[in-house]
Every structure is written in C-alpha cells, then in structure tokens.
C-alpha cells in the first residue's frame, strides 16, 4: 500500500526510481512520482494515474541527479490527483518528502502551520511533513535534527524518505509500515519492498520501528530516535530477481498460476523425512507444540482463505481451530490465553489487520508462529516462530500461487500439531496424503495443460452475477474462486457453503447467474444434490469435480480435476477457478494484474 523507492550513489537515478516505481506498482496505482536532487535544487516530476503517466511526464534528458525518492500511491487522503501525488513539498521546494501510512495528527500539525503562513496545496495528510522539515530547518537545526525532530511530532503510522536542498543524503524513518535498504555496488537503495532494487542488490538492512537511516553516497548509518547509533545486520535474500519479471507472459497473474508447480515443489523440499514420513518445519521440531490446547488463524483477503482451509484440516485432526478475519479479531470474544498458539496468514507479512491480531494475540498469551512469504518482513520478525512458504515473489495484486503454498504449509504444520498437541489425532492415512503432496505439483501441471477454463469463462460472461458453492474444504475454494472472479471482473460474485444456497440464496438464482459447484470429498454429493436444486431453477451449471462423466447430465460445463486426495482435491479445484476468473477478466479487457481500488499489500487498519 503505497510504495517509496529511494537511491543514491548511481548516476541513473531517475531511470532507477522508474524501474523502482514499476516494480513496486502493484502496492498501489493512483498516483505516482520522483524527485531528485541535482545539485541546482530539488525536481519534482508527478502525476495521477499510473507510473507510465509520470514517465511520460518526465523531460526528454531527466535531471542527472545522485539521490531521489519515489513513491506510486494508494489514496488515503484525498483523491488520486496531480496535487495529492507524491513527493511533497514545502513551499519552497527545499525539502521533498514520500510517505507511506497515515499521520493520524496531520489536521492539528496543519493548522498550527497554517497559523504560522504555510500555505498547503494538497489535501494529503503527507504534506505536513516537509512543512515541519522546513520549519525546523528555519530554526537553525542541522538537516538529521531537523528530520528527527519532525518525526518526534507525528502520530499514526509511516514510512518516510526526505531529501534536501543541497545534502546528498535520503533520510529516512520507519514507524509501522515496512522500509528495507538495499546494499548495492557503489550506490544504496531505498524501498517498502525488496522486489523494487532486487535486480540490482539482494544485500538488504531491514529498518524497526523507530529506527532512521542516513543514506548516503559513501554509505549509511542507523540511529533511534534520540540520533543514537544502532548497529545494523546485512541480510541475503534468496530471491531469483528473474521471478519478479513478467517474462513471456502478458500478466503477472497468468505467469504466477503457471508457475504453481515450481513453487509448490519449493514449498515442500525437505521438509519430509522420505524414510518415515516425518515433518520438520523451519525448527519447528517434534514436541515443538506440546503445550497448546487450541489454535486461532488470523489473516486477511486471500490469505483468509487458505487459513479456512488450514482451519479444517485442523479441526479433522482433532485440534480446536478457528480462522478469523484479521481485522475483527480484536472485537470478537474469543478466549486467548497462553495455551493458544496464533497462526498469522500472510503473503506479505505487512498486512496491518493481520498484524495488529497478531500483537492483540500475543498481549493475551498467546504464542505466535507466521506463516508467510516474505523473509525480513514485519510479520516474520515480530512472530515467535515463522514459517516461510517459500512461494517466491507474487506480483499480482490478485493472489493465486501464494494461496496453494499456504494451504500446503498448512496441511504440514497440522501433521506437526496432530502428533504434538494432546487432543491431536495424527491422520492413518498420511501416507496416502504424502503421496498425493508428492503428486500434487504434476496435477496441478495437469490441469494447467488440460483445463477448459478459458471457454467456460467466455459462455455467459454478460450474466447478472457468478455464484460459486462448495462444502467443507470445498468452501474455503468456493470462497477463493468468489474473490478472484471479483477481484478482476469487477462483476458480481458471491459464494455460499452449497447447504446455504437453499435458504435465501436460491432466490437470487436465474438463468443469468451460472453457479460454479466445487464438489469434492466425501461430502460431494450434497453439493451436487444443491447444485440439481439451482439448475432446476435455470442456472447453468459449471462443475469443478474428478468425475465429470458421471455428472454429464448435471454440469453444462466441466472442470475436471484429476483424481487425488481428498485434503488437495480443493487446490486443485482452485487452480481451474483461478484460470475462470483470470480468463473472463481478460475478456473483459480488465487491468488484471492491477485492479481498480485495490492493492497487493495493505499496510493501513
Ligand atoms: C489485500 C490484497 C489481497 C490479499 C490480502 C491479504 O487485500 O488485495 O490479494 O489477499 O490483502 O494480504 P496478505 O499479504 O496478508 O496475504
């Protein structure tokens, strides 16, 4: 949610923070732009609309200056306009600030300006921030004490870059949103993520909360709050910078389904013992939960949905779980207490819900193990234990490979539980679910070659809206496919365990409202019972099952999943859905990999 780049010490600066800024676009793309510092004074290049927008706005030779920031937007404050984009500035120009997060005092810090003949141009919460750089600035600091104490006067959350008139110096500061410095050759980067300098370093310094840096052409420095030094820790990370390009593919999306199994075989390496079936997970050894009594997922969005799943599988082993939304964790009355293991969801470990269910988890007791993709990030180094799924780089905004890994990391963390907490009961037929984990990346390579997803997507694509029903592992799919269908057609979708449908839903259906039916697991036949009931009201029928022939009569089209076990026959299932809604955006002429409103990664509550 936002993205800021930074760099100093190349002398292709704009050209780097343009790269910067397209790699980072998929946390945010209102709005976009650049400053640098060139020696003559501060340039600000910015515009509404996407990152392509501010490069067209760019003069033909672009300042060669050695440091600038950049930043493409989320709008919090204010709508997605010239104005509102950043950088921002004090009126003079001396100061060019980029900023991600929410200053929750801006109205009070801007007033108190105002007072004193600032005059603002924007409607941003951002805008504060310069004004109060150059005010201190006014008052005889130096550049670093006049950023510190700036930050000394803002409440809410950031990430924040400044430069100066005349200093070639990025200072920056992190406060609840993420900021990683990249260590290059000769020069140094700023970013909300690594993927925005990853072809450029994989050498990164995480920044706390608290934490400043002084980035600078001969290198950099940390300090708390106080200007105090702090030691820092240079991190590798194991990151192909190929995985972060689009290569052959139109979209990000399409590349990232196709790619499912590569990164689920990276899931799954080494991670069972081959001889007894054993699951060793990131330290995570046996007896590693022997203390708990129950388990609370937490997450958002897709990753919700995986922890659905996980959820299930869990309750099937005979563990008391629940997944809960992220964001209404805190306001339920679920008891949380120190015999409670909290399991965050997150593809991008910085989802702010996730995060603060996670803390309001671990202030009651609880003990935290994250399941995430992101090395380095918030949620992995706030978490107790972590557990990577090892996904690699997700540039969609709509997640797809990320979900399956999930899901897979899951189903191994829940055999580690079984055999750990008392209440668990290891599955019998495990070495039937070894053997289909072991197939799953071919069946899934399966589906991808064999799937009709694409003219399933085109049929009855002008309906009312798109209904999808599952039961049990089913749901959480049903749930997935609703998402993703809406995410990037922006056409109505909604899902329903397939029981539902009968009480309320099943007046919504029409001859205009195809119902996509997951039916898989023991419980399939009442899902195709609950799909008979919708097509004998009119609704054409797509049915994603392993045995389509015996169903001809009931699906007026079919997504067939190959034969598996039951625990994976939803990713499965979910992989012909991914394809539907990816399909029917791109017939729709949608911005599939950057949907409209939304970003990949949310750092606001
Ligand atoms: C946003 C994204 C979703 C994502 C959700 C959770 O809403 O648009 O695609 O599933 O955040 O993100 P996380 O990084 O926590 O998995």
Redesign the pocket.
């Known amino acids: 949610m936002c993205g800021i780049i930074g760099c100093v010490g190349t002398d292709e600066t704009v050209p780097t923070l343009m790269d910067g800024l397209s790699n980072l676009e998929y946390r945010g793309y209102d709005s976009a732009g650049v400053a640098v510092q060139n020696g003559k004074g501060i340039a600000t290049f910015k515009r509404s609309g996407k990152v392509a927008e501010v490069r067209k706005a760019l003069p033909e030779s672009p300042p060669s200056g050695t440091v600038g920031i950049g930043h493409t937007r989320w709008s919090t404050h204010g709508p997605p306009t010239d104005q509102n984009a950043h950088p921002h500035t004090d009126p003079e120009s001396r100061v060019a600030v980029v900023h991600n997060g929410v200053i929750e005092n801006y109205d009070t810090l801007r007033a108190e300006l105002e007072a004193t003949g600032n005059t603002f141009v924007s409607d941003t919460d951002t805008e504060v921030i310069p004004h109060l750089v150059a005010h201190y600035l006014d008052q005889g600091d130096d550049h670093e004490t006049a950023f510190r104490r700036t930050l000394d006067r803002l409440d809410g959350s950031y990430a924040v870059a400044a430069i100066i008139d005349g200093d070639d110096t990025i200072y920056c500061a992190r406060h609840g949103t993420p900021l990683v410095v990249g260590i290059g050759d000769g020069s140094y980067f700023l970013a909300s993520d690594v993927p925005a300098f990853l072809e450029r370093t994989s050498e990164v310094v995480y920044l706390e909360d608290g934490e400043i840096a002084r980035i600078e052409p001969d290198g950099f420095s940390m300090m708390d709050v106080h200007g105090d030094p702090i030691e820092t820790e240079i991190e590798h990370i194991d990151w192909d910078p190929k995985d972060t390009g689009k290569g052959a593919y139109d979209h990000y999306m399409l590349k990232e389904i196709d790619t499912q199994p590569t990164a689920l075989k990276k899931t799954l390496e080494g991670r069972i013992e081959p001889e007894t079936g054993t699951v060793s997970l990131d330290g995570l050894d046996p007896g590693h939960f022997e203390e708990f009594e129950q388990v609370d997922l937490v ?6 949905h995986a922890a659905l799943y996980g959820a299930k599988i869990l309750q099937e082993a005979g563990i008391e779980a629940q997944a809960h939304r992220a964001s209404e964790y805190g306001t339920s009355s679920q008891l949380v207490s120190e015999s409670t293991l909290a399991i965050p ?7 702010a819900d ?1 995060l603060s269910a996670m803390a309001d988890a671990a202030e009651a007791g609880a003990t935290t193990v994250a399941v ?2 992101v090395m380095g990030s918030t949620v992995a180094r706030q978490a107790d234990e972590t557990v990577f799924i090892r996904a690699g780089p997700e540039i969609g ?3 797809t490979k ?1 979900f399956s890994s999930q899901v897979v990391t899951l189903l191994l963390l829940a055999r580690r539980l079984a055999e750990d907490m008392d209440d668990g009961e290891p599955r019998e037929d495990f070495d039937e679910v070894l053997a289909a984990l072991d197939r799953l990346p071919d069946d899934i390579q399966h589906v991808l070659e064999s799937s009709d997803a694409r003219s399933v997507a085109h049929k009855h694509i002008d309906s009312d809206a798109f209904l999808f029903i599952g039961r049990h592992l089913a749901f959480p799919v049903a749930k997935e496919g609703a998402l993703k269908f809406k ?1 990037i057609t922006y056409e109505h979708a909604e899902s329903f365990t397939s029981g539902r449908l009968k009480h309320g839903p099943l007046a919504l259906v029409t001859p205009s409202t195809p119902i996509f039916a997951v039916a898989t697991g023991e419980v399939r036949s009442k899902t195709l019972t609950n799909a008979t009931e919708a097509k004998s009201r009119g609704a054409p029928i797509v049915l994603v099952t392993d045995d389509c022939d015996a169903n001809a009569d009931l699906g007026d089209y079919h997504l067939e999943i190959p034969e598996t076990h039951e625990l994976l026959e939803g990713l499965l299932a979910n992989v012909q859905l991914q394809l539907v809604s990816y399909y029917a955006a791109n017939r729709l002429d949608r911005e599939i990999d950057k949907p409209r409103n ?5 750092t606001v509550e």
Request: with cysteine.
């Open positions: 997450a958002c969005g897709t990753s919700y969801v997150t593809q991008s470990g910085e989802t996730t995430t993709n905004v709509a997640a990320t995410e939304l970003a990949k990664s949310v």
